[in-house]
Nanobody, 121 residues
Framework: QVQLVESGGGLVQPGGSLRLSCAASGIIVNIYTVAWYRQAPGKQRELVATITGSDSSNYADSVKGRFTISRDNAKNTVYLQMNSLKPEDTAVYYC???????????????WGQGTQVTVSS
């Protein structure tokens, strides 16, 4: 059974930092593409950052230069370091994992339960 458990969310002032964690069980994260998504109230879920099994990472334009996605294979955990946080970063952040056997052949999407990030003074 696959489980993704996010942690590290909370309330932070603008300009502050948080590090989110996505602890995985039932899969090996270094052979999966793991992504962080976020969803603000009344908005669609949006992709924030991804990291592939080959350590290639990509970011949404809105977080480039401020957020960093990384992976600890020994802990089977993926992180999202968020710096210079802005009020518009406020959202529930979700971890997602998917394995790509080919471009069109993949495992199902696995999701965590989400962790709330609130940026406010």
């Amino acid at each position: 059974q696959v489980q993704l458990v996010e942690s590290g969310g909370g309330l932070v002032q603008p300009g502050g930092s948080l590090r989110l964690s996505c602890a995985a069980s039932g899969i090996i994260v270094n052979i999966y593409t793991v992504a962080w998504y976020r969803q603000a109230p009344g908005k669609q879920r949006e992709l924030v950052a991804t990291i592939t099994g080959s350590d290639s990472s990509n970011y949404a334009d809105s977080v480039k230069g401020r957020f960093t996605i990384s992976r600890d294979n020994a802990k089977n955990t993926v992180y999202l370091q968020m710096n210079s946080l802005k009020p518009e970063d406020t959202a529930v952040y979700y971890c997602n994992a998917k394995r790509y056997y080919t471009v069109s052949l993949t495992t199902p999407d696995y999701w965590g339960q989400g962790t709330q990030v609130t940026v406010s003074s």
